[in-house]
């Protein structure tokens, strides 16, 4: 029976084809576990071999590697919603219940997209709470601290662009309170120091440009849907690209020297 | 009582609560780390932290294997979460038709409720700034050496201690008031209060040069401005006061004069707070231009 299984296996993985896809089995060897994190275009982004902290949780919290992972659960879901779904205000309401009336599993994508979004949000001031105690922004991280905050930044604009998609009473207000601060923006708000003394109205100040009129109106559930959609994720994209780039040009994760 | 529990319920408050539970365990499990290093160093064991940083382990499998369950234990959570929880969808968008509250998403709920003691140009706009290039400042005003790379407490009580405070009370503690105490009006209610809608609140706020029985507008500006800008010169006094002892010198003027803007910023809130709760004041400066 054995030999019999030895053979069903080895006339699968001793083909060309097998090979050419999977370069290593699951040997023990020190070897073969270096080759398997160099020769995987997902594991190389880990150094081969890392300090005996690095691998308890009770240091990293795992925050970083889950905020990315929410960030990837957000952008599948995130894809997947926007083939049902119209950024005008004549239909955006409508596709929303389509979605979870009528799609197979609508409501549950549109649940985990949502409240991956939410968790990415937390798990992002973790991440951040856990960098600051472990004193891991000290020299040479200076410059990947600033990334994170930029990161974290956009992180909470890609949730507040997506919180008016949905167009209904919760999302306009909520972005009718955060766009309203706009207003007071010194120099270049119609209701900000200085700014009527320039000339700021509510016609032609900073608010109206983030909303493509003076209240939140369709024009700004498209400039939302734009900027949630393609502007903010391309953005966070090449940010992540430069934080985990700079994580190993910086030596790796941060230990007592 | 019901009306606290309504609002707990609310499919998008539960994250806040999530949140809470969160930070209360890594902040116990930071202190635990923490003593146990601080311990280590006292008794000049340092080197046996710094023996585990020299001693490598291979990724695979010892990191793979920790990411590749965190990732599962998270998707099981989400999946769950996502069946058990439906995402909220109110009536249709009315620009007619403006609730009471309004409120913004709760991660904003921070500023949102500091609107109540800053206008908004300084809540809405300055706070969000100077938030964000004050984080982005923290390496470079940092200058202690010790404590990189490990849990600690005692040797960086005050970066720790200010981070903590601005982090807990001026932020995940006034996101909680903002959901769970303001009701409608934005007025403040106890969780066992109605939300009553007609809620009458006395008109008590007073400014401060009125506090002070000033009555010419003249006066009160110049008695604005030079308050504030004695709560800045603070500053100032101290780099002179302490310009001998070792913080200071190792920081430089530079990074000592961001480091006290930012530091008396942020402080400005919880005075803010101090007064309004205390003294019913409103604003400490008025100008024809702004008010702080």
């Known amino acids: 029976m054995q030999a019999f299984l030895n053979k069903m296996r080895d006339s699968v993985t001793k083909t060309q084809v097998w090979k050419s896809v999977f370069r290593h089995g699951y040997e023990d060897t020190p070897r073969n576990r270096y080759l398997q994190v160099l020769d995987n275009v997902w594991l ?156 700021m109205r509510p016609d032609n100040d900073v608010r109206f440009v983030l909303l493509g009129g003076t209240q939140v109106g369709p024009p700004t559930l498209l400039r939302f849907y734009v900027l949630h959609c393609i502007f903010f994720p391309i953005f966070l994209c090449i940010f992540i690209a430069v934080h985990f780039w700079r994580i190993r040009k910086d030596g790796g994760i941060s230990g007592p020297l | 009582m019901d009306n606290l529990m309504l609002i707990l319920g609310k499919p998008d408050n539960i994250p806040i609560i999530m949140m809470l539970v969160l930070f209360g365990f890594f902040t116990w499990l930071w202190w635990r780390e923490a003593r146990k290093n601080d311990k280590l160093i006292r008794e000049g064991r340092y080197c046996e932290l710094q023996a585990e940083n020299n001693d490598r382990i291979f990724t695979w499998p010892y990191l793979a294997r920790i990411e590749f369950l965190a990732a599962i234990l998270v998707m099981v959570i989400l999946t769950v979460w996502s069946i058990v929880l439906d995402a909220p969808l109110e009536l249709p968008a009315n620009p007619a038709k403006t609730p009471n509250p309004s409120k913004a998403p709760w991660y904003f709920l921070g500023l949102q409720e500091m609107l109540v003691y800053f206008d908004p140009w300084i809540a809405g706009v300055i ?149 309004r709760w205390l003294f019913n004041i409103k604003y400490v400066w008025i100008t024809p231009w702004f008010n702080i």
């Not at chain 1, 600051?132 to 990334?147: A, I, M």
Request: include cysteine.
């Open chain 2, 127 to 275: 706070f969000p700034t100077i938030i964000i290039v004050g984080l982005m400042a923290i390496p470079y005003i940092d200058r202690n050496p010790k404590g990189n790379g490990y849990y600690t407490w005692d040797e960086r009580k005050f970066a720790i201690s200010t981070f903590l405070f601005g982090f807990f009370a001026l932020w995940i503690a006034l996101i909680f008031v903002g959901t769970f105490l303001r009701g409608p009006g934005w007025n403040f209610f106890a969780p066992w209060d109605y939300w009553d809608p007609h809620k009458v609140v006395a008109m008590v706020n007073v400014d401060l040069h009125q506090f002070f029985g000033i009555r010419s507008s003249v006066v009160a500006f110049l008695f604005g401005g030079f308050v504030v800008t004695a709560y800045f010169a603070l500053g100032v006094l101290y780099y002179y006061w302490k310009k001998k002892t070792d913080f200071v010198q190792k920081l430089g003027a530079a990074r000592y004069g961001v480091l006290a803007f930012l530091f008396l910023c942020m402080m400005g809130l919880p005075i803010k707070m101090l007064l």
């Open chain 1, 44 to 199: 190389h982004l880990h150094p081969t071999r890392i300090p005996r902290h690095a691998g308890y949780v009770r240091f990293t919290w795992c925050m970083g590697g889950i905020t990315f992972l929410l960030f990837l659960v957000t952008a599948v879901t995130g894809v997947l919603l926007m083939f049902y779904y119209r950024p005008t205000a004549e239909y955006a309401y409508s596709d929303m219940k389509f979605l979870e009336f009528d799609v197979p599993f609508g409501m549950f994508l549109r649940n985990m997209h949502r409240w991956a979004a939410h968790g990415m949000v937390i798990t992002v001031w973790l991440h951040m709470f856990r960098v600051f105690l472990t004193g891991s922004y000290k020299p040479p991280r200076e410059f990947n601290w600033v990334v994170g905050i930029i990161l974290l930044t956009a992180t909470l604009l890609l949730s507040f662009t997506g919180y008016l998609l949905p167009w209904d009473q919760l999302s306009i207000w909520a972005v009718t309170v955060g766009t309203n601060m706009a207003r007071a923006t010194p120099l270049l708000g119609h209701e900000g120091p200085f700014g009527p003394e320039l000339g």
